[in-house]
């Protein structure tokens, strides 16, 4: 299934949807998101270990403290960002990656290149974004 990936390769309309090489391009993507991801939660690791030394000035130790708690809700969403990344993994695998879950319609290799884990095609997503302000609303 895995197709060789020619140098400088760009995904465009002018190629049939979701072909050998359009998948290996976005697997190829998305595994090199999900790796670089990875890379920094565990430099934020060391960097949290290596500062969990105790700060003597109150302010100090505040500061870092509130540096500490948005740099692990940065990683938090990370962290779910790596499994939306390992689900579009795995709709490669299975064939229906770039179909969108609602419609069944191609979401687009340039939707899919800006933001290579939508489930949804763009009209599919305003959709949901109006229904979910709809119900905020009331």
């Known amino acids: 299934m895995k197709a060789a990936l020619p140098e400088n390769y760009r995904p465009s309309d002018d190629e ?3 072909n050998p090489v359009q998948q290996e391009y976005f697997r190829q993507k998305l595994i090199s998101w999900r790796d670089q991801l990875l890379r920094e939660s565990s430099e ?3 960097n949290l270990q290596v500062e969990a030394i105790a700060e003597a000035d109150i302010i100090d130790s505040a500061a870092n403290e509130a ?3 948005i740099e692990l809700r ?3 969403r990370e962290r ?3 499994n939306k990344i390992e689900e579009a993994l795995r709709r490669i695998e299975d064939g229906s990656y770039g179909f969108c879950e609602e419609t069944g319609d191609p979401i687009g290799v340039r939707r899919l290149d800006a933001r290579p884990i939508a489930t949804l095609t763009i009209e599919a997503q ?4 109006r229904k979910e302000r709809l119900q905020r609303d009331y």
């Open 67 to 69: 540096d500490r708690a």
């Open 126 to 129: 305003e959709r949901h974004e």
């Open 44 to 46: 934020t690791i060391s």
């Open 80 to 82: 779910k960002l790596i």
């Open 74 to 76: 940065a990683r938090d």
């Open 16 to 18: 049939d949807f979701m």
